[in-house]
């Protein structure tokens, strides 16, 4: 985060977009976090460079102009880049900046119409760009995870969690098989193959954490999750496997006790109805 000197109470982070081997048509997304001072009235925002060609590439998922609400020390802003489909290769800068303008009303017609218009505060924020026509995939595998404080319980699904960072100008579409592994690693229990590419797709210059459910098929005990990685394209990096302990599950166990108390209680009304039977017999054969 940076801070202006003749402004400490707004500030920017980061404060350059650069993005090499764009293609043609492509979109790239980023975002921007913007800081100001907790004050109780609303703050327009406008954000323009010194590109006019960059300018027309370039929305604000908020608007441009857009409020920055009172009372709200942080807001996060999506700087949309649409790259046209005819745009020449070649490398592209603009310095920009975002406006601020407290306690006034302001459009970008306005803007545009009369240079005087005093902001309060100009916080920069750079644009480096680079369109090619070369197609590149190239991503990268976080260590995989289960989400914290989640126990593992025998029959309920397993949730894992894979971070995955494209840096490529293509989609990312690792396909990715779980196996089940015993404690010494030498016996494959069973595997499991996310067969939806929906579920590990990642957008080019995106990061990503997939989560997906594995079936749970194992008794309670410790374990080993290792993955297979692959792609048709590339040769995507390995992850580490995993520990995995299965526990006992409670709801298994009130079942179980459930059904051992029904049990008992149908031998003793069982119990009952022969004990009722021979004493009514031996009252019968006395008369």
């Known amino acids: ?19 090499q081997n764009l293609l043609q048509g492509s979109v790239l997304e980023k975002e921007i976090l913007l800081a100001k001072a907790k004050e109780n009235i609303p703050v327009t925002v406008m954000f323009n460079t010194d590109n006019n060609e960059i300018n027309e590439w370039i929305t604000l998922d908020r608007g441009n102009p857009f409020i920055f609400p009172e009372n709200t020390e942080e807001i996060v802003v999506k700087v949309i880049i649409n790259v046209p489909k005819n745009a020449e290769f070649s490398n592209y800068t603009a310095h920009g900046l975002f406006s ?72 990312a579409t690792p396909q990715i098989n779980a196996e089940f592994l015993d404690i010494t690693r030498t016996q494959k229990i069973y595997f499991y193959n996310l067969k939806s590419k929906e579920e590990t797709n990642v957008k080019p210059f995106s990061f990503k954490i997939i989560s997906f459910k594995l079936p749970n098929k194992l008794d309670v005990g410790r374990y080993w999750l290792h993955f297979n990685i692959s792609d048709n394209e590339v040769s995507p990096n390995q992850i580490d496997d995993i520990p995995l302990d299965i526990v006992p599950n409670d709801k298994n166990s009130s079942d179980m006790k459930l059904i051992i108390i029904s049990i008992i209680v149908i031998c003793g009304i069982l119990l009952l109805i022969i004990i009722g039977y021979i004493i009514i ?7």
């Open 281 to 287: 017999s031996k009252i019968n054969n006395k008369v």
């Open 1 to 19: 985060m940076i801070f202006l000197p003749s402004a400490l109470s707004y500030g920017i982070s980061p404060i350059v977009i650069s993005e």
């Open 100 to 171: 601020f303008l407290v306690n006034g009303v302001l459009t970008k017609e306005m803007a545009q119409q009369d240079s005087n218009i005093n902001f309060e505060v100009r916080l920069p924020l750079d644009i480096q760009l680079s369109v090619t026509n070369k197609a590149i995939k190239k991503y990268v595998l976080d260590a995989a995870k289960f989400p914290e404080g989640v126990e593992h319980k025998e029959d309920e699904p397993l949730i894992v969690e894979i971070p995955i960072n494209n840096i490529g100008n293509i989609m």
